[in-house]
């Protein structure tokens, strides 16, 4: 405290406004820490949504996380607005009495101090002219005048201590009242904190807690169980004869399966580095329907290597290395040649590349087409240079035919009388790989010499039929392909088609598909932009002559269509999609718009009767 005349008596004016300070900036501090603390849980709830959206390579048992992680979530919320309205309470009872007890009072008592300095350096001054007047008598007005400036310096000087001495004793009661005035609204805000947070985690939070509890516990047990499996797994594969990981163990007699429509393993490939050098490579090898595909190690998917539709395959004698067979294209070139590890592989992959080239894999019931046609290693491995004689070869014979009439339920004769590719579609017949038509042209063929909207819209009145429909069915589909065929007289024609446009993508690395709409009516195939709502072409259902879903692959689905030409002929061509459903719903609904067609005709012939 300060004595009347102004004399310091207890403390340390530096000390005190250091450590007033330093108790304001400690107590400022807790409010961004609050804030941060809001960030922090705001923040928890979005990770806890987005963990449905992570692509984990094992996905069991991820549902019921999701849910509990989502109820988890909103708790967060919940705490997140009372971690917020605690933010708010403490900036309003906390910090601010300490900002105005900063910015006000320190301020003013910082500045009255500043007023009394500058006041006693007046007094200083007009004492050193009071004291340099001489002993002789001098002018009396000079004398006068001095004396008056050291009266009025020494009244501004007694008038600013006393104020900024009781400015600081009043300091020694607000600086209490600052100090305990935030720590009050600190201990009300937590208090109310704690009261909502406990009303909000009623009993019904604390039975989720242990039902939560009880799943964790559970998955560990399953955990538990899961790993002391493999570790009984592991160790009977380990407790197995040293021989099963030597290759070819089983060299005398192994158990070759003839009868696989499908093959995957690694194979090593024989490339040329030099009109007589040659290097080898180990590559992972898949077959894909009538394809052999090759994904090398660390892609993230495989390439086309070899159409195996109509190939050969024989075993050769290559640098002196065993196990290798050569695929031989349908026009008798040369094709690739691959080793494998052993024996039963080698076998097993030149019976799949010969069943696969016969199309076994488009039948209906391929495993059992597989063993009919099973033949023995060594007629398997004879190899075929032309297309006619690969034919004659994959015919059954004889007493097959007679056998396949007995049963007919395992392999359909129309699976045995397929086409030949060339009588279905020409070879070298360019494929499209976008939408036939843009809409401005499809609309200038259509309106003759009307008027082009330069927007590309079609009119309300362009397609009045679909209004007056009585099919409409609107299907998601992705534009694959079309080419030219030769005919439409059995659906053999749209399965090639989807073979060789599948094929072209695959040899010419095309992922995009154009994505539209396929509405069928009962007068119509309407395809429209799903952007723009434009038709980009329109086929009247009449001039659909075939159509059909692909047997294995349900997704994918074609139709042939009958065009009139302008030299007076006609053009057959195909259409192949990739739907989004199954391909035989579209079927379905292109044929019962035929149905609908057939019988309206019906009708108006009685009508007119």
């Known amino acids: 405290m300060l004595t009347h005349s102004g004399i310091f008596t207890g403390f340390s004016e530096v000390a005190f406004f250091g450590d ?24 928890l709830s979005k990770q806890l949504l987005a963990y449905e959206k992570q692509n984990f390579a094992l996905g069991k048992g991820d549902e019921e996380v999701i849910s509990t992680l989502h109820y988890f979530s909103k708790v967060v919320d919940e705490l997140n607005v009372l971690h917020t309205e605690l933010a708010k309470q403490l900036a309003d009872t906390m910090v601010l009495p300490i900002i105005q007890f900063r910015e006000k009072d320190l301020t003013e008592v910082s500045t009255l101090k500043d007023l009394f300095g500058l006041a006693s350096n007046e007094h200083d001054l007009s004492m050193a002219k009071y004291s340099k007047l001489p002993k002789k008598k001098e002018n009396e007005k000079v004398k006068t005048e001095v004396v008056k400036e050291v009266a009025a310096a020494r009244r501004k000087q007694h008038l600013s201590s006393l104020q900024y001495y009781c400015a600081l004793n009043a300091l020694q009661y607000r600086k209490r009242v600052a100090m ?57 594969l380990l407790s197995v004869d040293e021989s099963v990981y030597t290759p070819d163990f089983d060299v005398s007699t192994p158990q070759i399966n003839r009868n696989l429509i499908q093959k995957a393993g690694y194979l090593n490939l024989r490339n040329k580095t030099g009109l007589v050098t040659t290097t080898w490579e180990r590559l992972y090898f898949f077959t894909q329907g009538g394809n052999l595909m090759c994904q090398p190690r660390g892609a993230v998917a495989g390439g086309l290597i070899q159409d195996l539709d109509n190939c050969s395959v024989m075993a050769v004698d290559c640098e002196d290395r065993r196990y290798c067979f050569q695929i031989t294209t349908p026009n008798g070139k040369s094709g690739i040649i691959l080793q494998a590890e052993s024996r039963k592989e080698n076998e097993e992959w030149i019976c799949a590349i010969n069943n696969i080239s016969r199309q076994i894999y488009l039948t209906d019931n391929p495993e059992a087409v597989a063993i009919k046609l099973n033949q023995t290693a060594l007629q398997a491995v004879t190899p075929i240079t032309s297309y006619g004689k690969k034919q004659e070869s994959s015919r059954p014979s004889q007493n097959l035919k007679n056998s396949e009439m007995e049963n007919d339920k395992i392999v359909p004769k129309t699976t045995v009388n397929v086409p030949e590719p060339e009588q279905l579609i020409a070879p070298g017949t360019p494929i499209q790989f976008d939408i036939v038509l843009p809409a401005t042209e499809f609309l200038d063929q259509n309106r003759g010499g009307r008027r082009v909207n330069p927007f590309g819209e079609t009119e309300d009145d362009t397609f009045p039929e679909a209004e007056d429909s009585l099919l409409q069915q609107m299907f998601i589909v992705r534009f694959l392909g079309s080419m030219a065929v030769n005919t439409d007289s059995t659906a053999e ?15 010419h690395n095309i992922f995009r598909m154009t994505e539209t709409h396929l509405m069928v009516t009962s007068q119509t195939l309407r395809l429209i932009d799903p952007q723009t709502q434009v038709t980009r072409a329109n086929f009247e259902l009449t001039s659909v002559t075939q159509f059909a879903a692909h047997q294995e692959n349900k997704r994918l689905v074609g139709f042939v269509v009958r065009m009139p030409e302008s030299t007076g002929g006609e053009s057959l061509s195909t259409y192949i999609f990739e739907s989004n459903s199954e391909g035989e719903k579209i079927c379905y609904a292109i044929n019962l718009g035929k149905e609908i067609i057939e019988v309206q005709k019906a009708h108006a012939l009685v009508s007119e009767c």
């Open 180 to 236: 305990m005035e935030p720590m009050i609204g600190f201990a009300h805000g937590q208090i109310n904190f704690f009261k909502r947070g406990a009303e909000m985690f009623n009993q019904s939070m604390d039975s989720f807690l242990s039902s939560v509890a009880d799943m964790v516990q559970s998955i560990q047990v399953e955990q538990e169980a899961e790993a002391e499996k493999m570790r009984v797994s592991q160790q009977e």
């Open 493 to 507: 024609v749209i399965y090639e088609a989807m073979r060789q446009v599948l094929a072209a993508r695959a040899i």
């Open 20 to 43: 007033c300070m330093y108790w304001t900036d400690l107590t400022c501090f807790a409010l961004p820490l609050q804030n941060e603390m809001c960030l922090a849980t705001q923040q």
